[in-house]
């Protein structure tokens, strides 16, 4: 069974730049897994941020990127906030219309 | 304003059943996939299912596959979760959410399962 992998943690200084990364187990992410992005702080339901690899979704900032570097799909955020600590999710379709998400990424700003 | 509102969970005992609900408004809910996704306490998010536009097709992850159902009622504007057979391990916050060309453009705030004896 294919895993989806994230770092299990990040840390970015304020008005930093950080690279999250959305990878697998077995083979390489690439734009035909339509990768995701998610943003939930806690006790929050998620918020998306990117979709079909790089589409921001309505009212995100255009400091929040996607993108494929190598083998993996990337979520890059350039002049980090301290509002951006949040746990990140990816999700990559698999195709036969099942999506799996990635274990999270969580992003401290200090 | 866009709204998906969740309702049915709750405590139930293990091999019980429970149905959730999800009330859509604020946009064409019928020219939507809709999604169940679930977060286990402490845990990250896991997609459970999906139903196509007109119900024609849904997809289950492996571990609920033969025990949830979902649905959908175009006309009522509403999603539909029939979860039998739980498990403890179903204990989680269900989240229900739109799907267009790869993004989950919508998301509810969610409805908690507790699967405890």
């Known amino acids: 069974q294919t895993v989806v992998t994230q770092e299990p943690s990040f840390s970015v200084s304020p008005g930093g730049t950080v690279t999250l990364t959305c990878g697998l187990s077995?083979?390489?992410?690439?734009?035909?897994?339509?990768p995701s992005w998610h943003q939930q702080t806690p006790g929050q339901a998620p918020r998306t941020l990117i979709y079909n690899t790089k589409t921001r979704s309505s009212g995100v900032p255009d400091r929040f990127s996607g993108s494929i570097l190598g083998n993996k799909a990337a979520l890059t955020i350039t002049g980090a906030q301290a509002d951006d600590e949040s746990d990140y999710y990816c999700?990559?379709?698999?195709?036969?219309?099942?999506?799996?998400f990635g274990g999270g990424t969580k992003l401290t700003v200090l | 304003e866009v709204q998906l509102v969740e309702s049915g969970g709750g405590l139930v005992q293990p091999g019980g059943s429970l149905r959730l609900s999800c009330a859509a408004s604020?946009?064409?809910?019928?020219?939507?996939?809709m999604t169940w996704v679930r977060q286990a306490p402490g845990k990250g998010l896991e997609w459970v299912a999906n139903i196509k536009r007109d119900g024609s097709e849904k997809y289950y992850v492996d571990s609920v596959r033969g025990r949830f159902t979902i649905s959908r009622d175009n006309a009522k504007n509403s999603l539909y979760l029939q979860m039998n057979s739980l498990r403890a391990e179903d204990t989680a916050v269900y989240y229900c959410a739109s799907q267009s060309s790869g993004d989950f453009a919508y998301w509810g705030q969610g409805t908690l399962v507790t699967v405890s004896s």
């Open positions: 077995s083979g390489s992410v690439s734009t035909t897994y339509y």
């Open positions: 999700a990559l379709f698999m195709g036969s219309g099942i999506w799996v």
């Open positions: 604020g946009f064409t809910f019928s020219t939507y996939w």
